[in-house]
């Protein structure tokens, strides 16, 4: 099933208990072969999803921006690391660097990366379906679900692969 993005945010809702539930069980009792399931399914996914297709990711939500990044995108951009902080960044809550809007400043009318090749870290690992310790980050998977189509078809393809 491949959840359009109208869909999406129902979806997910509906099935927030019970991914809940099952990260929770996942938690408590890791299969040992997670992370082989994971970057199966990962993979997957992804051989079939178009991320152009979608961007809702670039859309409705923004990276956070390590150090690394701002001086590889700033260096790319030729400009100080200072000035592109001050054009492009804020400091959110927790004190890290973030976007200072959403959508994406960096995204073009065709839903492709401007900076794709030097993009954050966040960037490259979203959705993080395919991270190590893949049981470590089911906060933020829970979150991604109503994000991100692949997100969602690969939790739903986890949860029938690896029944708890």
Not at 25 to 42: A, F, G, S
Not at 50 to 73: H, M, Q, S, V, Y
């Amino acid at each position: 099933m491949k959840p359009t993005l109208n869909e999406l945010g129902k979806l997910a809702k509906d099935k927030h208990i019970e991914n809940k539930k099952y990260f929770d069980k996942l938690k408590k009792k890791t299969p040992k072969n997670l992370d082989y399931v994971m970057q199966d399914i990962h993979d997957a996914e992804f051989k079939k999803t178009n991320c152009l297709n979608c961007a809702n990711c670039c859309k409705t939500t923004g990276p956070l921006f390590t150090l690394a990044d701002i001086e590889r995108i700033s260096k790319f951009l030729k400009q100080k690391p200072q000035l592109f902080i001050e054009q492009y960044l804020r400091i959110d809550e927790d004190k890290d660097y973030v976007l200072q809007s959403v959508p994406c400043t960096f995204l073009d009318h065709e839903n492709a990366c401007m900076i794709y090749d030097v993009r954050p870290k966040a960037c490259r690992e979203f959705p993080h379906t395919d991270r190590k310790k893949f049981q470590q980050i089911a906060d933020l998977t829970l979150k991604n679900v109503s994000i991100c189509p692949a997100a969602f078809n690969i939790v739903e393809e986890m949860k029938k692969k690896l029944p708890l």
